[in-house]
């Protein structure tokens, strides 16, 4: 009759609560509730004390503060969370990148501004009727100059030519008021006159200079826009579901536990963000051409190309090429009578001397080389500051953002409980995600919005490449360019679906980490086998009873 008093000691034996803490008493839930409800929900269904963790499908299956509900709600909210801190981090990079732009734009467009008015200011007094009768002539070259860097399809040469050529025909007629001179006429005095450079060399010299400087200015500047807009595309994709449930591991799932204070393992941090940004970390190898390339172009503006003397001087050069022409006024007069025959004679007769040159053009050169030299400066600091952008954003993520404990600490959340974490980290970029522990990544299926602004920093590589040895390309506008280049998830629910998904129930503590064996954190791990103990413990009272009862 023993069996009563010792089946029932083993019963409660087996039944006592098996928690690693010193008492049988359950701990509060105040700081999750507290944090729950700072992120804007309902404290309705929250626990005051911890309760069993079968139900959870992204947190470890130990004792818990969060229910189902909660678990979701923490999930959304670490994607919505982590989706913001990308964008904040690629709006810090479009910032400095857009800031480059708008001040080299300022500089540029002012430069060419100047030296549209000086031309405005000065012709009219120095060349009279030459100019005033002409003045379309002028407006339309510098419009077309701004057409042609603002990425309009034009071609600077074509339109250099174009300009010579109306100048030319324009002059002659002004220059020989006593003669009818009709548009045949014309022609065939321009195909003489080219002959004999009525300029001078002033159309060939602008020419090459002119079409070097604005093909990289002009790239230079859309280069930063197309920096720009790539992080911005990027920063908007979206988050896998295996990315939401790793992440909330990361960030909720250590306050569900009962371990707010608990900061993240860095490593595992690393882990976590690397296989999020894992197609992202693949822009690392175009950018750095992009971020290179602009710097190399930024040396040609403020050097061999020397921008800020050929773009602020064309007004003088053309009043240059005017003079040449008024001075061999004669000789070019008689080399195109002899190749076109003599024009007849106009009834309207000569006009005033109002027509001819006033005086000799003496237009002074206004520099602004030091402006330029020091925005130079300032961009190829930027830019070598952002080379690296991609590859060490999960880095600059995991340490100002989620916060994670320093590398060496051994007390900070594994994923599975206080204590060190022992995988190593992955490397950057999508082919080397294949191994890692923390996030499902399909390396063979790459996000083709990623993909897409890939190829545009190639475009863009390219477009300087050309740039930077004088050569012209054909150009659009950005927005042209990035057509078509949505932004979002491009892993379908349908198809990530079907990818292989490690539940917690699945994945392998001790491949994590050593939890530390003091304290709380082993909770977690003894807690899931409570199940089985409490079997085990019963199996061992129903054995004694027999012997007992015998």
Request: charged share 25%.
């Amino acid at each position: 009759m023993r069996f009563f008093p010792w089946g029932f000691w083993l019963l409660c034996v087996a039944s006592a609560p098996g928690r690693g803490d010193s008492g049988s008493k359950a701990r509060s839930c105040a700081e999750v509730r507290q944090l729950y409800g700072a992120k804007g929900f309902s404290l309705s269904g929250v626990p005051q004390a911890e309760i069993s963790g079968e139900h959870l499908r992204i947190c470890p299956q130990g004792y818990t503060c969060c229910t189902s509900e909660m678990e979701e709600n923490f999930a959304n909210k670490s994607r919505s969370e982590f989706e913001a801190m990308m964008k904040e981090a690629g709006r810090s990079v479009q910032t400095t990148l857009t800031a480059q732009y708008r001040s080299f734009d300022s500089y540029f467009q002012d430069l060419l501004n100047k030296s549209e008015k000086a031309l405005y200011d000065a012709f009219p007094s120095i060349y009279g009727e030459l100019y005033t009768q002409n003045m379309k002539v002028f407006k339309d070259l510098y419009s077309e100059l701004r057409r042609y860097y603002r990425g309009s399809n034009i071609n600077l040469e074509e339109a250099l030519n174009e300009f010579w050529t109306r100048l030319l025909e324009r002059l002659f007629k002004l220059l020989n008021p006593q003669y009818h001179i009709t548009d045949e006429y014309l022609d065939c005095m321009v195909k003489h006159a080219e002959q004999h450079k009525p300029f001078g060399e002033v159309p060939r010299d602008l020419k090459v200079k002119a079409t070097r400087a604005f093909i990289a200015a002009r790239s230079y500047a859309q280069g930063f826009l197309v920096g720009s807009d790539v992080v911005k595309k990027v920063s908007q994709v979206s988050l896998s579901h295996e990315c939401t449930r790793a992440i909330m591991k990361l960030m909720y799932c250590p306050h569900c536990r009962g371990m707010s204070s608990v900061k993240p393992c860095n490593n595992y941090c690393l882990n976590v963000v690397k296989g999020c940004l894992a197609n992202q970390a693949d822009l690392n190898t175009e950018w750095k051409y992009l971020m290179d390339s602009l710097v190399g172009v930024a040396d040609r503006i403020d050097g061999p190309y020397n921008v800020d003397t050929v773009i602020g001087t064309i007004h003088m050069r053309i009043a240059e090429a005017i003079s040449n022409l008024q001075e061999n006024k004669d000789s070019l007069t008689a080399k195109v009578f002899q190749g076109c025959g003599n024009p007849k004679i106009s009834t309207k007769g000569s006009s005033s001397e109002d027509k001819k040159r006033r005086g000799k053009a003496t237009l002074e050169p206004k520099s602004s080389a030091q402006a330029l030299e020091m925005l130079v400066l300032d961009a190829k600091g930027n830019l070598t500051a952002l080379k690296t952008y991609w590859i060490t954003l999960p880095g600059s993520l995991c340490s100002k953002k989620v916060m994670a404990s320093s590398a060496a600490d051994d007390k900070c959340w594994n994923g599975m409980t206080r204590g060190s974490y022992l995988p190593e980290v992955m490397g950057d970029g999508l082919a080397n995600q294949i191994n890692n522990p923390e996030v499902e990544v399909d390396i063979t299926k790459p996000d083709m919005t990623i993909r897409q602004q890939i190829m545009q920093l190639k475009i863009m590589t390219n477009r300087l490449g050309n740039a930077n040895i004088g050569n012209d390309v054909d150009f659009q506008d950005a927005s042209d360019d990035m057509s078509g280049s949505g932004s979002g998830d491009s892993c379908p629910d349908d198809v990530c679906g079907k990818r292989l998904s490690k539940s917690p129930s699945t994945r392998q503590p001790e491949t994590h980490a050593i939890p530390k064996q003091s304290g709380h954190g082993i909770n977690g791990a003894s807690s899931r086998s409570l199940p089985s103990a409490f079997l085990l413990l019963l199996s061992v009272a129903f054995i004694a009873a027999q012997h007992l009862w015998r």
